[in-house]
């Protein structure tokens, strides 16, 4: 059984910077994709980034150049820098693991509000 545990969000100011984590138990990270999905209230659930075992990168536009993900192996985490943030940015925040085609296993999510 795959557990992910989200840590990391909170409530901060325009323009501020969080770092979310992500530690998987039950198994390691590898060599599943690791992604971050967000989820706001009304809206519908997007894709942030996504990070390979072998650390390639995938960004939705919204968020290039302002968040980085990256992944430590051996400790089977996950990371989430998020910089220069905005209030479209508040979501609830989520990782998840890729398998074939799918992310079956996923968090509960950590919420991340921003503030003007």
């Known amino acids: 059984q795959v557990q992910l545990l989200e840590s990391g969000g909170g409530l901060v100011q325009v323009g501020g910077s969080l770092r979310l984590s992500c530690a998987a138990s039950?198994?390691?990270?590898?060599?599943?994709?690791m992604a971050w999905f967000r989820q706001a209230p009304g809206k519908e659930r997007e894709i942030v980034a996504t990070?390979?075992?072998?650390?390639?990168?995938s960004y939705a536009d919204s968020v290039k150049g302002r968040f980085t993900i990256s992944r430590d192996n051996a400790k089977s985490t996950g990371y989430l820098q998020m910089n220069s943030l905005t209030p479209e940015d508040t979501a609830n925040y989520y990782c998840?693991?890729?398998?074939?085609?799918?992310?079956?296993?996923r968090g509960q999510g950590t919420q991340v509000t921003v503030s003007s």
């Open positions: 990070i390979t075992w072998s650390g390639g990168t």
């Open positions: 039950g198994r390691t990270l590898g060599p599943a994709t």
């Open positions: 998840a693991l890729k398998v074939g085609n799918t992310y079956p296993y």
